[in-house]
């Protein structure tokens, strides 16, 4: 079963002459351990279905399931919970909070649910480990480069037992080294059950993902197909 | 691709034999690149005919000749690597002309044309980058050959990302653009 489902999802803002649709009769389905990416323009939609997907914002209409409960019918604590527990979100300028150091950075989502201070720092610099950041779990944001702030970023959406992981732009402003690792970070969280969309215009970016989706004003235009083996790339080359 | 300089260059670490040659040269490009025996050899003599290479035993051909580069052919190698391919004209791009095509035939949507390429362009890159996870690490030659090709693989979507929004604009505004015929005998001029 899909973890992360949008039904027939539809965004405008505005009303009468004035109405903007961002978004129309959008189908997305994934599954724990895929990654999708969402690519298109800017002004295409992208962020606007990553912020529904996230229960940061809600559709006109249609339905949005995760891990097959509905949205719309979930209280406001109960999402506060699910994006507290469930859903980690990078962002493209990182978000990482200025007085904070990278750990505390990470822990913070895990206090915030109620998990004990000093066991939270122990997860966080666990996540932090994870991806080669341990000797700079003390410092702060400021302190570090672009690339290790994504990685924070990165820490902190994957900590503790997230299980929908929702980027946008996630290599932001790095090099292709840096956003490269970053998409090797993400792919290794969907290899641990995390279901991933990552929201994209950039096309080797997306090309780590498993399915990729094009988004124009507003609407899924196609799909990649899943690719054949790498392996027939050297086999066409021989030929 | 130049397979004399590459010959060149893997000489350049010492005398070698010609079917050792083919095997490092497909190594070192990570396979991607197969090489017939046969161009091997007529490289080489083509290479000891100009003076930059010389064998063991000139009057003999087969594997068991062994061939060496001569200062000539390292002057040749080292002039070779410090010049840029000549990239001054735009090639005739097959892409290029069905985009420009696709605007004057009836009937046809170009932004459905567009799509249809950046789906198995982005397909194509789906696959390269599939083996950059799984060998990459290991791998140091491979991995540039495909992020080489990844990189010119996502400058046609680049330019077709950006083709559609221009022609998207254009129809916005259709006197503020410049027409295709316009642009394409500037083309034609410059060349």
Redesign the interface.
């Known amino acids: 079963m899909s973890f992360l489902e949008l039904r027939r999802v539809s965004k405008s803002y505005g009303e009468g002459a004035t109405e903007v649709h961002a978004l129309a009769d959008i189908d997305l389905s994934v599954d724990r351990g895929s990654l999708v990416a969402v690519m298109g323009p800017s002004g295409s939609g992208k962020s606007t279905l990553l912020t529904i997907a996230g229960s940061l914002e809600k559709p006109t209409s249609g339905e949005v399931l995760i891990d097959g409960a509905s949205l719309e019918t979930m209280s406001h604590n109960d999402k506060a919970r699910l994006r507290r527990r469930t859903i980690g979100y990078v962002f493209q300028d990182f978000n990482l909070l200025a007085g904070l150091t990278a750990v505390e950075n990470v822990s913070l989502p895990l206090e915030l649910d109620g998990v004990q201070a000093r066991k939270a720092r122990v997860e966080g610099m666990s996540a932090l480990e994870e991806l080669g950041l341990a000797d700079r779990a003390t410092h702060y944001p400021d302190e570090l480069s672009g690339g290790e702030r994504q990685r924070v970023a990165i820490a902190r959406a994957v900590v503790g037992e997230r299980h929908l992981l929702l980027a946008d732009e996630p290599s932001g402003a790095l090099d292709s080294t840096n956003g490269e690792a970053v998409m090797r970070m993400i792919l290794a969280a969907c290899k641990q059950g995390v279901a991933a969309v990552v929201v994209t215009h950039d096309a080797q970016l997306a090309s780590w993902a498993d399915r990729v989706v094009f988004l124009r004003d507003g609407r899924v235009v196609d799909q990649t197909v899943p690719p054949p083996s790498p392996e027939s790339l050297l086999e066409r080359s021989k030929l | 691709m130049s397979v004399r300089h590459a010959l060149l260059a893997l000489l350049s670490e010492g005398p070698k034999y010609g079917l050792q040659l083919r095997h490092e040269f497909e190594s070192g490009t990570g ?4 090489l017939n025996i046969g161009q091997v050899y007529t490289t080489l003599q083509r290479l000891e005919r100009d003076g930059l290479i010389e064998s063991d035993e000139p009057e003999r051909e087969g594997p068991q000749n062994r061939f060496r580069i001569t200062e000539s052919g390292s002057a040749e190698l080292s002039a070779w690597l410090s010049t840029p391919p000549d990239m001054t004209s735009p090639p005739r791009d097959e892409l290029v002309i069905k985009v420009l095509s696709a605007l004057r035939v009836p009937g046809v949507n170009v ?1 459905d044309v567009i ?1 249809i390429h ?2 198995y ?11 950059k ?2 060998e990459a690490d290991f791998d140091l030659q491979f991995a540039l050959v495909v992020d080489a090709e ?2 010119r ?2 400058a046609i ?2 330019w077709l ?1 950006t083709a ?2 221009r022609l998207k604009r254009a129809a916005l505004e259709p006197h503020a653009q410049p027409t295709m015929p316009r642009l394409a005998r500037r083309l034609v001029v410059r060349r």
């Open positions: 396979e991607i690149w197969p932004h799509q950046r789906r362009l982005v397909e194509l890159m789906q696959q390269w980058t599939r083996l996870e799984d990844l990189f693989l996502d979507v680049r990302d559609d929004g």
